[in-house]
């Protein structure tokens, strides 16, 4: 009789890095629940954690390698695979130059530490600089605004929301988020914990979101205009003498410039533009002061028309209220693995900014890679032989994609995907046939989350808390499966082969990251980084004395976790390099300030209310608790329940427009136009409607089941790709201005 035994992980599906108990009898999962004596989520788990079970079952999911051929698809041996899909990328780099090929890294792959750790290297050995991510449809201005003020991109100032004493969170919706970039699981319980020691919590968004229905006030604003909200903000707190910098004055730098800039972004200019009253907005400068108050921005703040300035002017919020380094402020982690201190070609660098362009609009690269607002339009010149403003990059003739769909999750998609049929040659890592990989020339499937080990590599980085956790894989994978480290390694050297490098050195520097594994490296890491050296002495009794702290020997023992400890001021230790200051007026977004001004000149006045005659809104975007971007729409789990995918209208616009809940509507932008459900609620600000992202299934050729039965329409078939943050290259995916009607049969 197979014994049932219960084993302990960390949820992969969102940055939140809750404890799971999955109970197994042999090769069967019989449930998952949170772990209650996870150090970090105590037991907390969102309806996402449960679905692991029906995602590592699915029968959807792809196990072996796949041909596309002329008779349709057929199944190949790892060898036979990896062998075409290097001859392919070596091919098509050859003939046409190093950047006539492109990359494309999806949102799961920053999940998953092997990716995080063999990825780069990888990638810097393809020598290409057509190179995309979901980076810029997310956190990119965040970290362009950490490059410039701190000195490094991962420096991300990280709200200390368990001393918390008033929050302010603009653009963002943790409830459903689990806390992005402030990983912190039971987001409900930190934030009511603000309000029970006499907090307060204050919501900016054009809709009433569940995070702003549990705080105690909300400010609707209107999309795109946040940076005016906020520049008046700080502009109250300035000219009224109310700066508290306390001893972050001592190493900063170009807070009288910061003081020039805000000058003439009054709260009586800003009021009608953003539709906040000049006096709430006074009243919520003092009281940010006053009760020692942190700033918190995310997606909505981040993608949109000046998502760096947004960014950029909360970290200055923090800086003149002094919440920044302090405890129940905005701090930096200290991880027990730190990617930022890592040896180089594994960690992360500080970042480059403009180093080269995109092909056809020259929007700036950052990181090592283009705006992904740019990728199909890049895409399409290189088959048409068109050279744009930018830099004099190769066409693209070849795509590699790692655990991405960006038909569905990047502008202008649908043109995205017409457009990879004619490329030479695609491949594709990834664990399903979706709407980008059914494209793919060969896919290669990696194994499931539960068939190989976990750390969070990234989110560590980013959470409330200091913690480490480590855990083996649940099931061992089968023979023929291979994980994702080894299909990207199994590429290198592939490449190198084919390239002519066979030095002693490469061949030696590829075995040892063979022989060290993903796991291999962690453990390293964590012997040599700071709680590996210097831990805790009220822990050391727990951990044992090897290697003086943590290692990979020492997690594997604590299955439910390591508490490292609060956040705590690090200032100015933590910034990288002999910088030791911060920058407050980086040139690049002080002029930026300019652009701000020219598209809200003085007088100018506010958008008009829809009407029948003219049935304008501004649409924005919405994260379901229940989905993960396109990647979890084929769980069972998950789908159930009525139609996630409607659109979200006020009562009062769809009363002007004849409009009633359930109508079939036709949405349409300059660039597209969709037909979807109405669903009416008053959480919406008038002239603002909202669609969910990663919607836009049932399309031929995916194999899909449950996602084509809940397909919904893609948001990205409305975003314009022309809609950009101009400094930041970002796409502006709030904000796009559309038109909607009943449809017609």
Request: net charge positive; glycine share 10%.
């Amino acid at each position: 009789m197979t014994e049932r035994a219960t084993h302990f992980r960390t949820c992969n599906l969102c940055e939140a890095m809750c404890g799971l108990a999955i109970e197994t009898e042999g090769q069967q999962i019989i449930s998952i629940r949170g772990d209650q004596d996870d150090v970090f989520s105590r037991g907390h788990l969102c309806p996402k954690g449960p679905a692991l079970a029906q995602l590592h079952a699915d029968p959807d999911r792809l196990r072996r390698p796949l041909q596309r051929t002329r008779s349709g698809w057929r199944e190949l041996e790892w060898s036979d695979a990896l062998d075409a899909a290097a001859e392919g990328i070596h091919r098509v780099q050859r003939e046409h130059g190093r950047d006539a090929l492109a990359v494309y890294l999806g949102n799961p792959a920053v999940h998953n530490h092997a990716v995080v750790l063999y990825g780069p290297p990888f990638l810097r050995a393809l020598k290409t600089r057509h190179r995309y991510s979901a980076t810029s449809v997310d956190q990119l201005p965040q970290m362009l605004v950490a490059h410039l003020m701190f000195g490094h991109q991962l420096l991300l100032p990280i709200p200390d929301l368990d001393r918390a004493q008033y929050m302010l969170i603009v653009g963002a919706n943790p409830l459903v988020s689990n806390g992005s970039i402030m990983s912190a699981p039971d987001v409900r319980r930190r934030l009511r914990g603000i309000q029970l020691r006499g907090g307060k919590l204050v919501v900016v968004d054009p809709r009433r979101t569940q995070t702003a229905k549990l705080a105690d006030d909300h400010l609707f604003v209107r999309p795109g205009t946040d940076a005016l909200l906020l520049l008046a903000l700080l502009q109250v707190i300035t000219s009224e003498g109310r700066e508290q910098p306390g001893r972050l004055a001592a190493f900063v730098d170009g807070a009288d410039r910061v003081r020039r800039a805000v000058e003439g972004f009054t709260p009586a200019r800003v009021a009608a533009l953003t539709g906040v009253d000049a006096d709430r907005i006074r009243a919520l400068a003092r009281e940010l002061v006053t009760h020692r108050g942190v700033t918190y921005g995310r997606v909505g703040a981040s993608t949109q028309r000046f998502g760096a300035l947004t960014h950029w002017v909360i970290n200055l919020l923090n800086v003149f209220t002094g919440a920044l380094d302090r405890v129940g402020g905005s701090m930096f982690t200290r991880p027990a693995v730190d990617p930022i201190a890592m040896p180089k070609g594994l960690g992360v660098g500080p970042g480059a900014f403009g180093r080269w362009r995109s092909r056809v609009r020259g929007l700036p690269e950052f990181g090592g890679e283009l705006p992904v607002a740019s990728f199909a339009e890049d895409v399409i010149a290189g088959h048409e032989g068109r050279q744009g403003a930018g830099e004099p990059l190769a066409p693209i003739r070849g795509l590699l994609t790692l655990a991405g769909n960006p038909v569905l999750s990047t502008p202008a998609g649908t043109a995205l995907g017409e457009a990879l049929e004619r490329l030479e040659f695609v491949v594709s890592v990834d664990m399903y046939m979706n709407e980008t990989t059914r494209h793919a020339d060969l896919i290669l499937p990696p194994t499931s989350p539960l068939e190989r080990s976990h750390y969070d590599l990234v989110f560590h980085l980013l959470a409330v808390r200091n913690t480490a956790k480590w855990s083996p894989p649940l099931f061992e994978p089968p023979p023929d499966a291979r994980h994702d480290w080894q299909i990207l390694h199994g590429l290198w050297t592939r490449l190198d082969r084919l390239r002519g490098r066979t030095s002693v050195l490469a061949r030696g520097q590829h075995q040892l990251l063979e022989r060290l594994g993903p796991d291999g490296l962690i453990d390293l890491a964590l012997r040599a980084g700071p709680h590996g050296r210097l831990l805790p002495a009220a822990l050391r009794p727990l951990l044992g004395e090897r290697a003086g702290g943590l290692s990979l020997e020492a997690l594997a023992a604590r299955p439910h976790g390591v508490d490292l400890g609060p956040l705590e001021p690090c200032l100015p230790d933590r910034l990288p390099g002999k910088r030791g200051r911060i920058e407050l007026a980086p040139a690049l977004l002080v002029e930026d300030l300019g652009r701000l001004e020219r598209s809200f000149p003085r007088g100018a006045a506010a958008n008009r209310l829809p009407s029948e005659a003219e049935p304008r809104f501004t649409l924005i975007g919405r994260r379901l608790l229940r989905s993960n971007n396109s990647w979890m729409h084929n769980v069972p789990k998950l789908m159930a329940g009525t139609p996630a995918c409607t659109l979200l209208m006020h009562p009062d616009d769809a009363g002007r427009l004849a409009l009633r809940p359930g109508d079939q509507v036709r949405v349409r932008s300059r660039v597209g136009a969709v037909e979807v459900p109405l669903e009416l609620s008053d959480d919406m600000m008038p002239g603002v409607v909202s669609l969910p992202h990663g919607y836009g299934h049932k399309r031929e050729g995916t194999r899909l089941q449950v996602a084509n039965q809940h397909a919904g329409v893609s948001i990205n078939d409305l975003t314009d790709p022309a809609e950009v943050d101009e400094l930041s290259g970002v796409a502006a995916l709030s904000g796009v201005q559309v038109e909607v009607r009943l449809a017609t049969a």
